[in-house]
């Protein structure tokens, strides 16, 4: 029966604690789910380099590779050094072209080097000085996301993102993308699975959608 199952390693959004997964289900007679966590990034590390030192906590051949956001950029990057059975990109980002237009001029003038990720550092400072409720509602679900708080690996992880340069989508990838996305706006086009109503934490909020379609994704000979 071991030999049946099928393991499936989920890749979280920038910053993101995996608890972000705690209600995709899977059958257990079929799959078993593993959750992976963000590295601090090495001094002056390339996405690429990244990739293959995430790669080493893979511990299974030929797994099922999920990824989210940022984690659905590295995903795709880890699937050309390593063989899956699967890739499976969520409310992310097809190639660098399909990044929205603000982030494009981000990456013109640089932004990233003069971002103030030092805020996220420090969440509970922020929401001291938040000026409505709404805001500090919000700070409180980062918070409860929210796992790499550390600075040098949100400069590292905003760069990357801005930087990306996949040219075009990867062929045997599954590409699921919320019409509603507020963050990657362009991203369904194409070859793409288009969520309704979908926003960019549909992984939270659309939950019982993936519980019942990822099975059949997953064995899906595409």
């Known amino acids: 029966m071991e030999n049946n199952i099928i393991p499936v390693y989920m890749m979280p959004g920038m910053a993101a604690k995996p ?7 899977l059958p257990e007679t079929r799959y078993k789910v593993y959750w992976l966590e ?7 590390e390339s996405l690429e380099h990244y990739s293959k030192r995430m790669i080493k906590h893979i511990n299974h051949e030929n797994p099922v590779l999920l990824g989210v956001s940022f984690g659905g950029v590295l995903v795709q990057e880890m699937s050309k050094y390593m063989k899956v059975r699967k890739l499976i990109v969520i409310s992310s980002v097809k190639s660098k072209h399909e990044l929205p237009k603000r982030m494009k001029i981000a990456k013109f003038i640089k932004a990233y080097k003069f971002a103030p990720t030092q805020l996220l550092s420090n969440l509970d400072v922020l929401q001291k000085y938040a000026f409505n409720n709404t805001i500090s509602k919000r700070i409180d679900l980062y918070k409860t996301y929210l796992a790499f708080n550390d600075k040098k690996y949100l400069d ?16 045997d990838a599954i590409y699921i993308h919320g019409n509603k996305d507020a963050i990657f706006t362009h991203s369904c086009g194409g070859n793409c699975i288009v969520v309704e109503g979908g926003t960019h934490i549909m992984v939270v ?18």
Request: hydrophobic letters at 40%.
């Open 156 to 171: 590292w992880a905003l760069k990357e993102m801005l930087l990306w340069n996949q040219d075009k989508p990867l062929e």
């Open 205 to 222: 909020t659309k939950y019982k959608w993936f519980n019942k379609n990822l099975p059949a994704i997953i064995e899906s000979s595409n």
């Open 19 to 25: 608890t972000i997964f705690d209600r995709i289900k």
């Open 38 to 44: 963000w590295l601090i990034p090495e001094d002056n």
